[in-house]
Structure formats: structure tokens, C-alpha cells
């Protein structure tokens, strides 16, 4: 567990184990369908890991029963650390709650309660019964980090948004006609690719589609099977059918958000370009955006990151809908004309905790986060 001082007591211990299992559980973040991207280690009684289990592509197998297949005979008496608590239902295969039990596991340690009705406190309750030794909410906000797509269609029953925002030294993010700006450098850009492939979808407003024509793929080695939807708010209809997003559907699959008496006829054409219309209401002049995150979740999609622009970013904000903030903080001042962006490192909205801060190459790389 890293080259760090040995840890002693019992709850660093604790905290050392789950922060790897959390790691761990990374790895398939935004693979795992509706599922929740868990991790698990299994670790003897001497310390020693002997299993190592996340959930898998689609879902199925669960972290628990893969952690306890490497672990084998090793794992009783031994202590399970594992994100989510373990569920409690027959699924496609037995709860892993008796999973554990069966193994001979003697701790169960656990990050985050699972919120899944079949579940909620059910698995806790199993493992409790059968003589285990339990104790929850350990990391229980960095797990809840990771899972916060499944946790928020869960829980809240809307996606939960992160705002991606990338603006220069002097607070802008963009120059007015000149399409998509170079604000940051190439490690930025493969840093964005890498958090599009775990994220459910990718939304822009149709301004930025029709000034920037974006794919909103991930164009990473390796990573190029994953697709998240991507989403265009467009109330009135107007992405044209020549548009990469369109192009590059239902291949890779895309949702326009309309309002159809709006769009009238050009919903049908999109329609039948390959694009999944998602009729919508107007609130004030704006889309409805609540009512559009509750249907985006009753779809499977649990976690949304939008990536631009100012007017969409300014809305979300309004509403009090966005959760996290991405911020990307290039070196260079824009001068004017350009278009300022809704906030900056120094002008972040009320309520954000700041919770990483990174160099990537020249760009500085920032995560918020708001607190409930
Ligand atoms: C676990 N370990 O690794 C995951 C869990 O459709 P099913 O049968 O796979 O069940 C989906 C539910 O299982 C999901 O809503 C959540 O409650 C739980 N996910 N549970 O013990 C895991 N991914
Ligand atoms: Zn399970």
C-alpha cells in the first residue's frame, strides 16, 4: 500500500485499505451499465491482500464474488473491504451479503449504504445475523465521490452534473465567432477524454454545438469503445443534420433535448438521423432543466458532464443543479473581445469545497465540489 510510513492503528489501517479498494474501483467507472462501479479487497488476518474484485464490464459479475473468487479458501476469516455495501437480492446471481457469509469472511468494512430499495440496510442486516463483524462509512464521501452517478438516479432520482469549464489566465472562455479557442494543452484535453469515458453522457448547449461542431467522443488509445451519450439542449430544434453529433450517430448515441412544438418537423428528421428526441418544457425562456435531469436519470443515466456553454453553465448554476465543477485554468490571457466565463478559481458560486487541485502540463486542473 504504497511506500508510506506502517500504519498502526486501526483506523488508519482501515482508511488505507478502503482508499485502495475506492482506487480500485476507478477502473471501471462508467462501464458497469446502471450498475455502480464498486471495488473490494479481501485482506488475512496478517495484513496480507489475497483478493482483489471490481465490478465488471456491464455490470455482472459484482465486485465481492470476483474478490472472493481470487481469494479462494484464504478468505475465511478474513476481512472484506468493499465500497458499497453488499446487496441483498437475487439477481442474476446470489446476494453477495451471503457471498461473504459463505466464504468465511469475519469483517465486513464499508464505504457507502447502498440506496438500491432491494438493498438499503438489508445487506447490513445479513451480514450482522450471520455473526460478521460490520462497520460502514469509512471514506464514505470519497466512495460517494466515485459513485455519484448511481448514488444521485438512486437517491435523487436526477442525474447528478458536473460543470467542465475551461477558461484562460484573464477568465475567459472563448473568442466570440472563432469556434472552438485552444485554452489548454494536450495533457488537459487527454485528461478530459479520460473523465468523458466515466461519465454516462456529455451534454453542450446548442450554441456551442453549432459554434464548435463537437463529436464528444473520447479519442483515447484504448478507450475509444466507450461512449458515453451526449446530449444537445436545443429548445428550438436547431442542430443542423450535418452536425458531427449527428454524423457520428446512433453509433454513438445522441439525445436532443426539444421542446417539440418548437422544433416541429426537425425533430422527425433527427429522429430519423439517429438521434433520440427528448421532448422537454420551457421555464422562463430556458429548458427545463430539473424535469430534464429526472428524465435523463428514469433513462440510466446517472452522471452528466457539461462541457459548455457559458449560457447552459449559467443556467445550471441558477437553478442550483450543478454538483461539481471541473475547472481547467490555461496560462495565457485572451484580451477582448472575448466571452467571460460564469466563474473562475477566484470567483467560484457559494458553496463549493475545493477538493483537487493539479498541474497538467501548463494548465491547472481543479475539482469542486458542493456540499449537501
Ligand atoms: C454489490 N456489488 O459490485 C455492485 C452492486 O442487476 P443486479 O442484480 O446486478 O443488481 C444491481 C444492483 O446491485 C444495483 O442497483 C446495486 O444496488 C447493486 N450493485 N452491489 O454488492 C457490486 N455493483
Ligand atoms: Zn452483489
Not at 215 to 236: H, K, M, S
Request: net charge positive.
Amino acid at each position: 500500500l504504497g511506500a508510506g510510513p506502517r500504519a498502526t492503528d486501526v483506523g488508519e489501517i482501515e482508511s488505507r485499505f478502503m482508499a485502495a479498494a475506492i482506487r480500485l474501483s476507478r477502473r471501471n467507472l462508467g462501464r458497469t451499465g446502471t450498475n455502480p462501479a464498486v471495488g473490494t479487497l479481501i485482506v488475512s488476518p496478517k495484513g496480507r491482500i489475497v483478493g482483489t474484485g471490481v465490478t465488471a464490464h456491464g455490470g455482472r459479475p459484482h465486485a465481492e464474488t470476483v474478490a472472493l473468487a481470487e481469494a479462494g479458501e484464504a478468505a475465511r476469516g478474513a476481512t472484506a473491504y468493499v465500497t458499497l455495501e453488499p446487496c441483498a437480492h437475487h439477481g442474476r446471481t446470489p446476494p453477495c451479503a451471503q457471498a461473504l457469509i459463505d466464504a468465511g469472511i469475519a469483517r465486513v468494512v464499508c464505504a457507502a449504504s447502498d440506496p438500491d430499495g432491494r438493498v438499503a440496510g438489508k445487506g447490513f442486516a445479513m451480514l450482522e445475523a450471520a455473526g460478521i463483524a460490520v462497520t460502514t462509512g469509512v471514506l464514505a464521501g470519497e466512495a460517494a465521490g466515485v459513485m455519484a452517478g448511481y448514488l444521485s438516479r438512486t437517491f435523487r432520482r436526477r442525474c447528478h452534473v458536473t460543470l467542465k469549464m475551461a477558461v484562460s489566465a484573464d477568465g475567459m472562455i472563448g473568442r466570440p465567432g472563432e469556434g472552438q479557442f485552444p485554452i489548454t494543452g494536450s495533457i488537459a484535453r487527454g485528461h478530459v477524454h479520460a473523465l468523458r469515458a466515466q461519465t454516462d453522457a456529455i451534454g453542450v448547449g446548442i450554441g456551442t454545438a453549432l459554434a464548435d461542431d463537437p463529436q464528444l467522443t473520447c479519442r483515447l488509445p484504448g478507450l475509444e469503445q466507450r461512449f458515453p451519450a451526449r446530449i444537445v439542449f436545443d429548445g428550438a430544434g436547431r442542430l443542423p443534420l450535418g452536425a458531427k453529433l449527428v454524423k457520428t450517430a446512433p453509433a454513438v448515441p445522441l439525445l436532443v433535448a426539444t421542446v417539440l412544438e418548437e422544433a416541429g418537423a426537425r425533430a422527425a428528421a433527427l429522429r430519423a438521423n439517429g438521434a433520440v428526441i427528448i421532448g422537454a418544457e420551457r421555464a422562463g425562456g430556458r429548458l427545463a432543466l430539473p424535469e430534464l435531469l429526472e428524465d435523463l436519470a428514469a433513462r440510466g443515466l446517472g452522471s452528466l458532464m457539461v462541457e459548455g456553454g457559458a449560457e447552459v453553465a449559467q443556467s445550471l448554476l441558477a437553478d442550483g443543479l450543478v454538483d461539481r465543477i471541473w475547472l481547467y485554468t490555461g496560462p495565457h490571457r485572451l484580451g477582448t473581445p472575448a466571452i467571460r466565463s460564469p466563474l473562475t478559481s477566484e470567483t467560484m458560486p457559494e458553496g463549493f469545497r475545493l477538493t483537487d487541485r493539479r498541474m497538467l502540463g501548463p494548465d491547472r486542473f481543479e475539482e469542486w465540489v458542493r456540499d449537501n
